[in-house]
T-cell receptor, first 118, second 116 residues
Framework: DVKVTQSSRYLVKRTGEKVFLECVQDMDHENMFWYRQDPGLGLRLIYFSYDVKMKEKGDIPEGYSVSREKKERFSLILESASTNQTSMYLC?????????????????FGQGTRLTVV | KQEVTQIPAALSVPEGENLVLNCSFTDSAIYNLQWFRQDPGKGLTSLLLIQSSQREQTSGRLNASLDKSSGRSTLYIAASQPGDSATYLCAVEVGAGGTSYGKLTFGQGTILTVHP
């Protein structure tokens, strides 16, 4: 069975702390994503990666960075946590497709990390 | 910019009813459309994936259709059960040549309550 695992279900951190959210997938997927979900705003893409050591900004990258040193692991880093980063964070992965292909692939999500910054 | 809209925002039905959830998107240049289920405080569970060249997909009591030219998809749930209560999200993978790398644009979701 397909599996995306996020390291924590709940986290409470203090303002100014450096926070690491970890995500691991066991499906040998090329693509990995970090989204955040907020009431009234829905899911928004923070960063994504389509290969090891490759990363691209999503719609709301400010205040975040990412790391992908191994294919199965994608980390989201909050350099200096702020209260407006209190949110549900969701990691996802999907299989890469051939460049120019018209077929997309199914995305699989982790269980989410509820982060509270106080 | 792609925008995805889901209606209704919330739906409450008695057990046993057949129901339809709607999703519309503004840019028809999509690779696929995916329906997800989300239980409170949890992650997303993939329900159905429809490629842009397909018209519908079925899984058990669920049937999803896609009309790419009109920018619409529906999720049909037959014989609803209390266990179907959740938020249902649709998402499109946008592409116009090249590759999107699997990036999804989500609707706001429909909160479904099925009462016994």
């Amino acid at each position: 069975d397909v599996k995306v695992t996020q390291s924590s279900r709940y986290l409470v951190k203090r303002t100014g702390e450096k926070v690491f959210l970890e995500c691991v997938q066991d499906m040998d997927h090329e693509n990995m994503f970090w989204y955040r979900q907020d009431p009234g705003l829905g899911l928004r893409l923070i960063y994504f990666s389509y290969d090891v050591k490759m990363k691209e900004k999503g719609d709301i990258p400010e205040g975040y960075s990412v790391s992908r040193e191994k294919k199965e692991r994608f980390s989201l880093i909050l350099e200096s946590a702020s209260t407006n980063q209190t949110s549900m964070y969701l990691c996802a992965s999907s299989l890469g497709v051939v460049l120019g292909s018209r077929w997309g692939t199914e995305a699989f999500f982790g269980q989410g990390t509820r982060l509270t910054v106080v | 910019k792609q925008e995805v809209t889901q209606i209704p925002a919330a739906l409450s039905v008695p057990e046993g009813e057949n129901l339809v959830l709607n999703c519309s998107f503004t840019d028809s240049a999509i690779y696929n459309l995916q329906w997800f289920r989300q239980d409170p405080g949890k992650g997303l569970t993939s329900l159905l994936l429809i490629q842009s060249s397909q018209r519908e997909q079925t899984s058990g009591r669920l049937n999803a259709s896609l009309d790419k030219s009109s920018g619409r998809s529906t999720l049909y749930i037959a014989a609803s059960q209390p266990g179907d209560s959740a938020t249902y999200l649709c998402a499109v993978e946008v592409g116009a040549g090249g590759t999107s790398y699997g990036k999804l644009t989500f609707g706001q979701g429909t909160i479904l309550t099925v009462h016994p």
